[in-house]
């Protein structure tokens, strides 16, 4: 039963992230007359190692595509779990300045994990203290790596210490 809410928390939370971060337009669509190829996203679940996620602290195989499996669209998002916290990375063409506008996205910083440089956040709620982002800029837009630790364990250490242990080996595989 503990793993069950567990996993639905994890679910809602990771949804309420995803799912915030757009923003509202009202009026009519405008054609665009000269054509542009998107950029297709990276796709976490096939762009990571099995010996990086290890590496990471989680176990292959337990890679879950999407929230609760279920895709999202104009994201491409991977989770794994390890003993004590979750590793999610998530890929989308949006921009940092969108999620630093998204309201409860909170605590903007500069910061360097495994020589790459990024913006470390966190959301308010009830999570706030369980878990921990960084985006990366890259081509397509975002990549976001997030820990979270596993709610109910003991002697959690903070998510941002565990981010930057496990970006040691994930932030290498994550685009440019």
């Known amino acids: 039963m ?10 809602l939370l990771l949804a309420s992230g995803v799912v915030g971060c757009g923003d509202t337009t ?6 665009n007359t ?8 990276f796709n976490p679940c096939t ?5 990086a996620l290890r590496a990471a602290g989680v176990d292959p195989a337990t890679e879950e595509a999407g929230i609760g499996g279920v895709h999202q669209s104009g ?4 989770s794994w779990r390890g ?13 940092v300045s969108e999620f630093e506008r998204k309201p409860g996205n909170v605590e903007f910083e500069d ?3 495994a020589g790459r440089q990024g913006r470390q956040f966190r959301v308010e ?5 369980l878990d921990c982002d960084v985006l990366f800029a890259a081509s397509q837009g975002v990549v976001q790596l997030r820990v979270q630790n596993r709610a109910g364990q003991d002697n959690l250490e903070n998510p941002c210490t565990v981010l930057y242990r496990v970006g040691d080996s994930i932030v290498p595989a994550l685009p440019r």
Not at 34 to 41: E, S
Not at 75 to 78: D, Q, S, Y
Request: glycine residues 10%; proline residues 4%.
């Open 111 to 113: 910061v360097t994990v």
């Open 83 to 95: 003993p004590k916290y979750f590793v999610t990375v998530f890929s989308t063409s949006r921009t």
């Open 75 to 78: 994201w491409e998002i991977c």
């Open 125 to 129: 709620g009830a999570s706030k203290n």
């Open 34 to 41: 000269t054509t542009t190829t998107a950029k297709a996203l």
């Open 47 to 51: 762009g990571i190692s099995d010996d």
């Open 26 to 31: 009202s009026g009519s669509p405008t054609t």
């Open 2 to 11: 503990g793993r069950r809410i567990t996993l639905m928390l994890l679910g």
